[in-house]
């Protein structure tokens, strides 16, 4: 449907033709554009939004391959000016380098190596991003920890928040100068904070966020409350950010299973815990009657919806799932801004920065 300038009221076309135009074309665009679900893959948006996507610097951890960070580099380095990777483990990055650029030979891949447990680390990482010249328009924290025995990391932090939420919030903050030098009059960059509906499950304990208790410490429901504070995070990101930047959490979906995967694949669980718990069935097979499963490419991409969809542009804050906005779908424990400004608080001071907008 086409939109007609002259159906407008005197006092819309006060604001200049040149404003005007300017959402017209935007009211028109977003009527066009396709309707994405839980089938959806990273590359279907990508390629959606690939004047959105191109020249653009995008930032993505926990990119090991064929996971769903990997297939969202992947797929966003298609269009865009220059994608870093990142991981501990430097043999990790070179292949997840390699299959990407197998796929798309003149992707500009950077290898960024960062280990999220480690302040001291993301601190050498952010310097490291903040020499590369050109702003960072979209920052996507997808890393989390694999699971396993409580095992304090070097700043002696429980690392599954270090991961998922102290070490993201430390790069999140040093990284944020050029972060906000992306910032134009037609664009606002992005910060993708990557969740789960498994927040549903358990709360953010501000008692115990930093100093866990060993005799109750759950790995699984660990998982589930540091999952509540990446939309915590997000929510009071763009809170703060007021504009400069958006901020966005979501559930990829099927990544619960992934995470189970992962944990049997290091060692740190066994097969039979996650069959007692009916994730797995006798056969140590997916349980596709307890959860509904994803493809990688169509887990990534509510990631990609985040960082690039302009439907969402007015809607930072915002948890999305299937590639749509479903903030009815966040648990109430995740809803309380008080929390979400005592976790911030606290956040700033275990990495020692106050963030500035």
């Not at 043999?91 to 197998?102: C, F, H, M, N, P």
């Not at 309380?336 to 920065?353: D, P």
Request: charge should be neutral; charged fraction near 20%; proline fraction near 5%.
């Amino acid at each position: 449907m086409a939109v007609c300038v002259a159906h407008f009221t005197p006092s819309f076309r006060a604001l200049g033709f040149d404003v005007l135009v300017s959402r017209l074309q935007f009211i028109n665009t977003n009527m066009s554009l396709p309707t994405f679900g839980f089938s959806t893959t990273a590359e279907e948006v990508a390629d959606t939004f690939a004047d959105q996507v191109r020249g653009k610097n995008v930032l993505v951890t926990g990119t090991s391959l064929n996971g769903i960070g990997f297939e969202t580099a992947r797929a966003i380095a298609k269009y865009a000016n220059m994608v870093i990777i990142t991981g501990y483990n430097s043999e990790r990055l070179q292949l997840s380098e390699d299959a990407i650029k197998k796929d798309i030979p003149n992707a500009n891949i950077r290898q960024l190596n960062v280990d999220l447990t480690s302040l001291e680390s993301v601190r050498k990482a952010a310097a490291e991003v903040n020499g590369y010249p050109g702003p960072l328009h979209v920052l996507i924290h997808n890393a989390a920890y694999g699971g396993g025995p409580l095992k304090p990391t070097p700043d002696n932090l429980e690392p599954q928040m270090a991961t998922a939420q102290f070490g993201p919030f430390l790069l999140t903050k040093l990284l944020l100068p050029k972060i906000l030098a992306a910032r134009s009059a037609t664009y606002t960059p992005r910060v993708v904070i990557v969740a789960s509906e498994n927040h549903q499950y358990a709360g953010v304990d501000l008692k115990t966020v930093v100093e866990v208790n060993p005799e109750t410490y759950s790995t699984m429901g660990r998982y589930a409350e540091v999952k509540s504070a990446n939309i915590l995070f997000a929510a009071e990101l763009a809170r703060r950010a007021a504009g400069k930047l958006k901020a966005f959490s979501l559930h990829p979906g099927g990544e619960f299973v992934l995470f189970l995967f992962i944990a049997l694949r290091n060692g740190h669980l066994t097969q039979h815990s996650f069959m007692s718990t009916g994730a797995l069935t006798p056969e140590g097979l997916p349980n596709e009657a307890m959860v509904k499963f994803k493809t990688i490419p169509q887990g990534a991409a509510t990631t990609v919806f985040a960082a690039f969809d302009t439907r969402i542009e007015d809607q930072s804050g915002s948890y999305l799932v299937d590639c749509v906005v479903a903030n009815e779908k966040i648990a109430p424990h995740c809803t309380n801004e008080e929390t979400a400004k005592k976790l911030w608080e606290i956040s700033e001071e275990v990495v020692g920065e106050k963030f500035t907008f």
